[in-house]
């Protein structure tokens, strides 16, 4: 099956997909925003002019499938952004599957194994992150999401009306006709930038946790309390901030991330002792053991310098989300399709959450990066070469061409 | 000279006064805001209803002096308090200040030496701290402090003439007349209460230098960025936070303070590495050695952690405060006086700053602390038992009577 891809065309709907809610030189188009909105009519618009059957279900997942097909290859990813974020990520792998769809329907060919065009909605979490991803797959009903809503107080439920989406039907992951899940993506990291690399295969996405610590210690002058009367948590936070470092160095990986980009003091000035001070953490793994003993560690660690500073302290732990790891056959055909088409690609874990993780264990699942440039994601500048555009649209379109022809079962190497 | 001193009196004008701005258990009184205004002339008001010759400068620090005298001594403090402070705070100096100079006038003697009582105006630094006091002892000329003007862009200029204070001649001191400046305070940290003492006699006002440290990284995905790749400005501060802490304990006496009260991270997410940090730095000692060398070591330490987590740094010095030594013959006099009065007493430096800390290179100067409840200060919470009152009004009364019969230069012990 030689799928005929278009890069001109596909880089021509990615600059279109961008206009929505273009913000400087990235986009601002978060889930459910009129930009989003939008967006989401345009891409089902793009999905019927390439003869695919079209829709947009009840909790806004917008479909496109190719017709007359027994089963499904689903190819997914997202086109709602962070705030102020890039014009590739998300957006990129929903174009690459439309393409790859749309190359498909025009061969003209009758096949078995079609293609779910898929693009997720709310994958970055302005009501609750991988929301469209959840609801597809089951782990989550509507009633239980309906009441979910934005830091200003818009729920779902209303967003879905405003949308004109509530009431439809809501699509579901299909066990039967649905046979793999392949999710491009930029990588948002420096690594493969780094290893001059251009297509990195995903073995698995990480798990993260986050907590929150609080230590609640007593407003003093700073001029006239003595040291050791102090009840600081300013200094239990420095602290412990410095010691939770030190484990996650000591008893992680060389993989193990670790995140404490949050602080906050009370009342926060130069001369008064703070009498609260939060901290967020987060954490990151392919390991669901090192996961463990860092969870473990936090609470400990947070009592144990709550008495070193006469403190006393909360911890509440946050999301918990379990690693996932990607379907080893289909990983291997990857690298072999990546070297039909003369990409060199590494092997590598993904840093970054995915609605990719929701489906591993209940398809063979893959997902693949292109570089990013600089290592940016999450930001205007976020942005990846033409050329590795262009590469890793083939490179998907040679697996799913592999796939079609071949089914899953049958080695490639 | 027996002074009649009156705490019933003197307490009742102290809860006057506080009932000028009152909030909660406390008093909210910035310098020139209405209510200050008021106090100010409710106090000049207990001046002149004291037959002392009452004022209020151009300045706004009001003035009240025992007639026909041709020495004085300044007894003096400030009724400015700090947003949502207590209602003793500086207010207390300045009303034993009032009820002294009104017994003393009420002993109908004619004496040589007499007393000028002055609040000076904001001496906690709603436009400049120890303004009131730093124009009086000629630090500072109106034209110098003009457009000095508050964090919500009043300007002094503005609010001395809404207050009508503009225009008015500018009280200053005199090395000739003023021979002795004295100041009653609470003690606004816990040493008192904890030693079980009933009076503090400082033996100098520490030293306050104020700093801030900057560091500037990346924004980077805090799950896809490998921790040897990041720039991470918050966990810069945290590391430099901890070791400027193990530096000055290691490097500074037992009596040197230090507090890291404020801290901001940019963005501030849980999964964002942190691009930009910020630290307020402040430590204080009565050493001007060790003062020193911590101001040395900030920018060493900064550029050490900037190159060590590959974020860049900037440094900046904020106030620099010499400490100040109190006169060594007024002390003994007020210990003498103490135990006249059976007041258990101890001498002990002042980690606060005080209106006083001016006089001492130009007159001989004593301050006196009354136990703070729990230590607590600047702050609503902020208390003293109504006995330690009293017995710190007579402690004051007794030195002052004692200079007034003796003169300065006679040792009294």
């Given at each position: 099956m030689l799928l005929a891809i278009d890069v001109k065309r596909?880089?021509?709907?990615?600059?279109?997909?961008?206009?929505?809610?273009?913000?400087?030189?990235?986009?601002?188009r978060r889930a459910l925003t009129i930009e989003d909105i939008a967006a989401r009519a345009w891409l089902m618009g793009r999905m019927q002019a390439a003869n695919l059957e079209a829709s947009i279900d009840g909790i806004g997942n917008v479909i496109g499938v190719t017709p007359g097909c027994q089963r499904y290859i689903i190819i997914a990813s997202h086109s709602d952004t962070v705030p102020k974020g890039g014009?590739?990520?998300?957006?990129?792998?929903?174009?690459?599957?439309?393409?790859?769809a749309r190359a498909l329907v025009e061969t003209g060919e009758s096949t078995d194994i079609g293609i779910?065009?898929?693009?997720?909605?709310?994958?970055?979490?302005?009501?609750?992150?991988?929301?469209?991803?959840?609801?597809?797959c089951g782990l989550k009903t509507l009633d239980q999401v309906a009441e979910l809503s934005t830091e200003d107080g818009i729920t779902l439920n209303d967003a879905l009306q405003k949308a004109g989406y509530a009431g439809q039907t809501i699509v579901t992951f299909d066990p039967v006709q649905d046979i793999a899940y392949l999710e491009a993506h930029i990588e948002q990291g420096p690594v493969l930038e780094s290893n001059n690399r251009k297509?990195?295969?995903v073995t698995?996405?990480?798990?993260?946790?986050?907590?929150?610590?609080?230590?609640?210690?007593?407003?003093?002058?700073?001029?006239t309390t003595p040291m050791v009367m102090r009840k600081d948590a300013a200094a239990a936070l420095y602290e412990f901030a410095v010691r939770f470092a030190e484990f996650c160095r000591e008893y992680g990986s060389d993989s193990t991330v670790w995140n404490l980009g949050y602080a906050r003091l009370e009342p926060g000035a130069y001369n008064v002792v703070a009498r609260e001070s939060e901290l967020y953490i987060e954490y990151r793994d392919t390991s669901t053991e090192i996961l463990g003993r860092i969870r473990k560690a936090i609470p400990e660690l947070a009592a144990e310098i709550g008495t070193k500073f006469n403190v006393s302290h909360q911890f509440f732990p946050g999301i918990c989300i379990?690693?996932?790891v990607m379907d080893l056959k289909l990983l291997e055909r990857i690298e072999a399709a990546a070297g039909r088409c003369d990409a060199s690609c590494m092997r590598m874990p993904s840093g970054g959450g995915h609605d990719a993780m929701l489906f591993a264990r209940k398809v063979?699942?893959?997902?693949?990066?292109?570089?990013?440039?600089?290592?940016?994601?999450h930001d205007v500048a976020e942005d990846t070469h033409e050329?590795?555009?262009?590469?890793?649209?083939?490179?998907?379109?040679?697996?799913?061409?592999?796939?079609i022809d071949n089914g899953l079962s049958v080695s490639n190497k």
């Open positions: 596909t880089i021509a709907d990615l600059k279109t997909l961008a206009a929505f809610g273009k913000f400087e030189s990235g986009v601002n014009w590739l990520d998300g957006a990129m792998g929903v174009i690459f599957g439309l393409e790859i779910k065009v898929i693009s997720f909605n709310d994958e970055e979490g302005r009501f609750a992150g991988l929301l469209g991803s959840s609801v597809f297509i990195g295969i698995e996405i990480i798990g993260a946790e986050r907590a929150r610590v609080l230590f609640f210690g007593q407003s003093d002058h700073a001029g379990s690693p996932e063979p699942t893959a997902m693949m990066f292109v570089p990013s440039i600089g290592g940016r994601s050329a590795d555009i262009n590469l890793g649209l083939n490179v998907l379109g040679e697996i799913v061409s592999d796939i």
